[in-house]
């Protein structure tokens, strides 16, 4: 969900951010984060919330890598936006860039830019940039950056490559099963008509449902589109929010989801925390990407290590480790390189998550297959069921 926070900022005083957030005290986090103060958190207007989407598609880590390499050849980094734009041919893009070129020839710094666009430029890139800035290596944040989205970018590819066929045999079976309800059955209804009491009871419960759909389909689709309408503005979003939350009591998925998370958390600590950013602020920072039950036990995690905790600790007393993250943050409290040691148990997980992916799509794809057909099976011998008993009767 989109939030209008207004924000008192140091350098240019009041001033209005929006941003995606699971809830408003995740936007007032994420801004607090980067140390300035909430005035306000609404949720944003439905127009503004309908104009989003296209800024949002703004190519974020393709404007990473492009930047980065002009950085290297030894473009400042005015003449290497400049560039991006003048080649750019999307206009909405363009006036991103536009918009940064001529910030920064007022004497902005690059941080402060990007944040003025939080559609295009989430708080993790925009605190990853200011973290740099002190130590002059953006190059380096923005190969850090670029790391991190790609990692991610493959993990995501590979869940949705393992869950391309599942969908695609749900979808066809399911227009199957509706062609078959809508159309084939409705006409078998009027061949039956005559048979009334003597059809079995669920063969008689189907061709009724037949003759509902041929008498009431404008009714019935116009209930269709009013669901669809409901899901596409709001509503698909709570019932799959519902979905999850059914998903996470079953032990076996809820387990992989909560891992799933974990990883996705450690990886983002990580890159935060090589790039300079504390662990405090970086925990403030990554609380919008787990569950509203894990943020509980994150929040409690970053009240431990305030108190002077060690971060392994916090973490094992809140219940975001597993037993291989737990050993290896305690080798990186020790070697000094919580950061890279993060990141590597981000990468163990991912690892496990994508092997676990494919096994359960080997599995899903042939029980979903036998419940399908034993659905379109079932509506075949229920309409054909009485020519069955027809024929018996005249033998």
């Known amino acids: ?87 750019e041919n999307r206009p909405a893009v363009r ?6 070129v001529s910030a920064l020839r007022e004497g902005r710094t690059f941080s402060a830019t990007l944040e003025d666009t939080p559609q295009a430029f989430p708080p993790l890139y ?3 940039v200011r973290a740099s800035e002190r130590t002059s290596g953006l190059g380096e944040a923005l190969g850090r950056y670029i790391a991190y989205a790609t990692q991610l970018e493959t993990l995501r590819g590979r869940l949705v490559s393992a869950a391309i066929y599942p969908a695609l045999l749900v979808a066809v079976s399911g227009l199957v099963i509706l062609f078959l ?42 209930v269709a589109a009013a669901l669809l309408m409901g899901a596409v503005h709001g509503g698909g979003r709570r019932l799959a929010q519902r979905f999850l939350g059914v998903m996470w009591r079953i032990p ?30 970086a925990l403030d920072m990554v609380v919008g990407l787990l569950s509203a039950a894990l943020q509980a036990r994150l929040a409690g ?27 290896m943050l305690r080798v990186g409290e020790r070697a000094g390189n919580m950061g890279e040691m993060m990141e590597r148990i981000a990468a163990f997980h991912d690892e496990e998550m994508a092997r676990w992916a494919e096994w359960v799509t ?22 054909y069921l009485p020519i069955f008993q027809l024929a018996e009767s005249i033998r």
């Not at 949002?56 to 560039?83: D, K, M, W």
């Not at 990886?267 to 935060?272: E, K, Q, V």
Request: glycine fraction near 10%; charged fraction near 15%; avoid cysteine.
């Open 1 to 87: 969900m989109q939030f209008l926070v207004k924000t008192l900022k140091p350098d240019t005083g009041v001033g209005t951010t929006m941003l995606e957030a699971a809830t408003a005290a995740d936007a007032e986090r994420q801004v607090t984060a980067l140390g300035h103060a909430v005035l306000s958190v609404v949720p944003a207007p439905l127009l503004s919330r309908l104009r989003t989407p296209g800024a949002a598609r703004f190519p974020l880590l393709l404007f990473s890598q492009e930047l980065l390499s002009l950085l290297n050849s030894g473009i400042t980094i005015v003449e290497a936006i400049e560039t991006l734009a003048e080649k």
């Open 95 to 100: 006036a991103v860039l536009d918009g940064i």
């Open 126 to 128: 925009v605190a990853t």
């Open 181 to 222: 309800m809508g159309y084939v059955v409705p006409r078998f209804s009027h061949i039956y008509e005559d048979m009334g009491g003597d059809l079995p009871f669920l063969s008689r419960l189907l061709l009724q449902w037949g003759l509902v759909v041929e008498k009431y389909w404008p009714l019935l689709l116009g």
């Open 252 to 281: 076996a998925v809820g387990e992989r989801m909560r891992v799933f998370q974990l990883a996705r958390m450690y990886r983002t600590l990580g890159m935060l925390l090589r790039g300079g950013i504390a662990i405090v602020p």
């Open 301 to 327: 995690a970053t009240q431990t290590i305030r108190e002077g905790n060690a971060i392994s600790h916090a973490f094992e007393s809140s219940g975001l480790t597993t037993a291989v993250a737990l050993r």
């Open 362 to 383: 080997r599995l899903l794809g042939p029980v979903l297959m036998l419940l399908m057909g034993l659905v379109i099976g079932a509506v075949v011998i229920l309409m």
